[in-house]
């Protein structure tokens, strides 16, 4: 197993001046790549406590909920410099990545690690809101394989991006090889705005796609062959709005 502690070094703070005034809407957007990253669990929980007139309304909160989506990829650069050592790399914190880097391919469809419903940050039955999926696991997708190896092949022919990495091997040859590979865990989040608006920061199936938000790759300390992924993200709410959340990531491949 892989363990990783994921901190985020950004505090957030509701404060005021008075007695606050009750408002039929919250609207915030202190989401983070790992969506709870930034303190939204604790800091939302303070508005439904203070500000919200019906905070089990789901129609109160813009978003209504927030989620973190995962899928097991390979990044290319990670999967063809085995002799570099990325023990420190990944043992210092999850890299980020943006949503629309070429040599990160997703290996399965992606599941749902975490989600946060604003509508229940008061319920004691879902702390802050915050309802923990259970584990998460993946068979390797044979078809993502043979796509993630076509779309490499040029990046690491000559004149590609990839190509000082292929060491003169045949691209096609190398791309086959890196495409079998598991880097980590990809993870990156979705919003629900309303019943029928969603956003997210990768594709419905985590393709690719412009975004504000990155996507945050557990790395592993080299990468290898998988055919079946596990994950498990546990998720420790700070108690205070001025305090940090704390992570664990959990992952395994066979």
Do not use: N
């Not at 994921?6 to 404060?15: A, D, Y």
């Not at 309304?57 to 990325?86: E, G, K, M, N, Q």
């Not at 096609?172 to 019943?195: E, F, I, K, N, Q």
């Not at 546990?234 to 395994?252: F, I, K, M, W």
Request: charged share 25%; net charge positive; proline share 8%.
């Amino acid at each position: 197993d892989l363990h990783l502690s994921l901190r985020r070094q950004r505090q957030m703070c509701i404060r005021d001046s008075g007695r606050p005034e009750r408002v039929d809407v919250v609207v915030s957007e202190i989401v983070g790549a790992v969506a709870t990253e930034e303190g939204l669990r604790v800091a939302l929980r303070d508005a439904a406590a203070r500000f919200a007139k019906r905070p089990a309304d789901p129609r109160s909160w813009i978003p209504a909920t927030v989620s973190t989506l995962a899928a097991p990829a390979v990044y290319a650069p990670h999967a063809l410099t085995p002799d570099l050592d990325w023990r420190r790399v990944a043992a210092a914190a999850p890299m980020r990545c943006s949503c629309r880097d070429r040599a990160l391919k997703l290996l399965a469809a992606p599941q749902t690690l975490e989600v946060v419903d604003c509508a229940r940050l008061l319920d004691d039955a879902a702390p802050r809101g915050w309802l923990r999926g259970p584990e998460a696991a993946w068979t390797v997708d044979a078809g993502r394989v043979e796509a993630a190896a076509r779309e490499l092949e040029p990046a690491l022919a000559p004149g590609g991006f990839l190509a000082p990495f292929a060491g003169g091997a045949p691209a096609a040859t190398v791309a086959a090889r890196v495409a079998r590979t598991c880097s980590g865990v990809a993870m990156w989040p979705a919003l629900r705005l309303s019943d029928d608006v969603a956003v997210r920061a990768r594709g419905p199936g985590g393709e690719p796609r412009r975004s504000s938000w990155q996507t945050v790759v557990a790395l592993a300390p080299a990468a290898r062959p998988a055919s079946r992924v596990r994950c498990r993200l546990d998720a420790a709410a700070a108690a205070r709005v001025d305090e940090l959340p704390r992570y664990r990531l959990r992952q395994a491949w066979d």
